[in-house]
C-alpha cells in the first residue's frame, strides 16, 4: 500500500474512467498530488484529458480524503521540462518537513 501518490500528466481517460472509479476507494490517509498542464494535447483531446484528471480529482475528494492537490498548469506541455519546472513543488508537498 502507497502512503503517497504523485499524479504528473496522468492519462486518467483512459479504460473509460476506471482510475476516477478507482480514487473512489482510496484511504483517507493518502497523501495525493495529480496536476495536468493545458497545453498537452491539441483541441478536444486536451479538454477530454483535463475532464479525466478533474474526475480522478472529484473522486478522491468524494472519497473524504483531505490532502489532495490538484493543479492545471496553463500552457504546460507533456513532456520532462514542463515537469521538471513543477518537481520541487510536488517533492514539497508529498515529503514534507513536518
Known amino acids: 500500500m502507497f502512503g503517497i501518490v504523485g499524479a504528473v500528466s496522468p492519462s486518467a481517460w483512459w479504460g473509460d474512467g476506471w482510475l476516477a472509479r478507482r480514487a473512489r476507494t482510496a484511504p483517507k490517509t493518502l497523501r495525493v ?4 498542464g493545458t497545453a498537452e494535447t491539441a483541441g478536444a ?3 477530454h484529458q483535463l475532464a479525466g484528471a478533474r474526475a480522478v480529482r472529484d473522486a478522491l475528494l468524494a472519497a473524504g480524503l ?3 492537490h490538484y493543479e492545471e ?6 513532456n520532462e521540462a514542463a ?7 510536488i517533492l514539497t508537498f ?3 518537513a513536518d
Request: glycine letters at 8%; a negative charge; aromatic letters at 8%.
Open 94 to 96: 508529498l515529503l514534507p
Open 66 to 68: 483531505t490532502t489532495v
Open 33 to 36: 498530488w495529480l496536476d495536468m
Open 73 to 78: 498548469i496553463e500552457g504546460a506541455r507533456h
Open 45 to 47: 483531446d486536451a479538454e
Open 83 to 89: 515537469w521538471a519546472d513543477r518537481l520541487g513543488r
